[in-house]
């Protein structure tokens, strides 16, 4: 006998349960629509709940470009001083002080107020990186020549708006959000430059909040008809 022979042929397990006298009657379809409801509904909600979980999940860890970032006051560049990059970050801190504010090119569409700022690094032309010039004292964009004072404010060139900034907080040794930066513009102010109060140890960038800057298309800067240079 053969190996085929000895094995018998493998049952379906309606088969043996017919051989043994157990009968399986059919689904009615009442009951084929309730299991269907109900595995349709198990489906779904395992879908749901994973996607609340990711989104729940931080998504950029903490000194990762869409993440926070931390930086030390020390780091901070002196008010009118030239702005600090962060590569890492991709933005820059400037630090406006009373030269700035009362420079005459900035456009008086943009009023100033002393203090921080967070800007993103990308000229919101093209997407190309501006560099700080300091002979110049702005910084210039090497792709189509658009040009932004330390503000942010958009001087010339080919961009239609004001650099973008990071939303940031102020904080103290404790951790505590001291001062931060408004989320809209209104007016001719775009958010709010950052005083640094006493007590303030670190700033918290968050690069996953970006602020668009505002409208910006006059030759010189601005968008009144009058008041801008
Ligand atoms: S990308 Fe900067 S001026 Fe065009």
Redesign the pocket.
């Known amino acids: 006998m053969t190996d085929a022979e000895e094995q018998p042929a493998a049952k379906g397990l309606t088969q043996v349960l017919e051989e043994v006298g157990v009968s399986t009657p059919p689904l009615t379809r009442r009951e084929f629509l309730y299991y269907l409801w109900g595995s349709s509904m198990a489906v779904f909600l395992a879908g749901a709940g994973g996607v609340s979980i990711w989104f729940a999940l931080p998504r950029f860890r903490e000194g990762e470009f869409g993440g926070t970032f931390i930086v030390p006051i020390e780091e901070i560049p002196a008010p009118d001083s030239p702005p600090k990059e962060f590569a890492e970050g991709r933005f820059w801190v400037v630090n406006i002080g009373e030269k700035t504010i009362n420079d005459p090119l900035q456009p008086k569409d943009y009023e100033l107020d002393p203090g921080i700022r967070v800007l993103f690094k990308v000229?919101?032309?093209?997407?190309?990186l501006?560099k700080w010039v300091s002979v110049n004292d702005r910084f210039e964009?090497?792709?189509?020549?658009?040009k932004y004072l330390k503000s942010n404010a958009r001087i010339g060139?080919?961009?239609n708006r004001n650099l973008d900034q990071f939303l940031v907080e102020v904080l103290d040794a404790a951790g505590n959000v001291l001062v931060q930066t408004e989320a809209t513009w209104q007016g001719n102010r775009e958010g709010a430059t950052l005083p640094i109060p006493a007590g303030s140890v670190a700033l918290r960038i968050d690069t996953g909040q970006r602020m668009k800057g505002a409208p910006n298309t006059k030759p010189g800067g601005g968008t009144a008809a009058t008041g801008s240079r």
């Not at 964009?141 to 658009?146: D, I, L, M, V």
């Open positions: 000229c919101v032309h093209l997407g190309c501006y964009c090497p792709c189509h020549g658009s060139g080919p961009a």
